[in-house]
């Protein structure tokens, strides 16, 4: 029963959000010169599994927060994965970014936002309507799950439309596991 209610549910959320942000989320991806990708809690999580496909598919991606992420400069594209796009620490990475020229993009279920008002773009997954209280699926379940799904199809829309094979994303995929 609950899991024929949280795809009911993911799927509504899918087919209110704008059919066309895979093009156009794949536009900004390829016109990047880097991607940077950045989220909190398990809306960070969502945004792992983005970029470890999306260097799968052959772009420079880092993950904000890890060691090793070098300096966002001007040219540069951050995505920032935020139900509420009012997370204080995304506001200083996005102000940051901002500083420095760098593009961004806010994944949210808000289509207004203090981090919407500094991204160029505002991707909204479904409609703030369609996240009230839901029992049994608490504290962003929604959100999180239905952005995941929408970035894994966006990732099948860039695959599809490069012709990019699993070999190839097999290639790249980390082998010192």
């Given at each position: ?117 500094m991204?160029e ?22 959100f ?34």
């Amino acid at each position: 029963m609950h899991q024929k209610l949280i795809i009911d549910k993911i799927s509504s959320i899918l087919e209110a959000t704008d059919s066309s942000y895979d093009g156009k989320l794949t536009q900004l991806l390829d016109n990047a010169k880097r991607i940077y990708i950045a989220g909190a809690g398990r809306s960070k999580l969502v945004g792992n599994f983005f970029a470890m496909r999306l260097v799968h598919s052959g772009y420079d991606v880092s993950v904000v927060g890890e060691i090793v992420t070098p300096s966002i400069k001007n040219g540069d594209l951050l995505i920032i994965i935020s139900g509420s796009g009012e997370t204080e620490q995304l506001i200083a990475f996005t102000k940051s970014a901002k500083k420095v020229g760098a593009s961004i993009i806010l994944i949210s279920a808000k289509s207004s936002s203090t981090i919407g008002d500094m991204a160029e773009a505002v991707f909204t997954i479904g409609s703030a309507e369609q996240y009230g209280k839901l029992l049994g699926m608490p504290m962003g379940t929604m959100f999180e799950l239905s952005t995941l799904v929408f970035l894994e199809a966006t990732v099948s829309h860039i695959i599809h439309d490069k012709g990019i094979t699993e070999e190839v994303m097999r290639e790249r995929h980390a082998n010192l596991e």
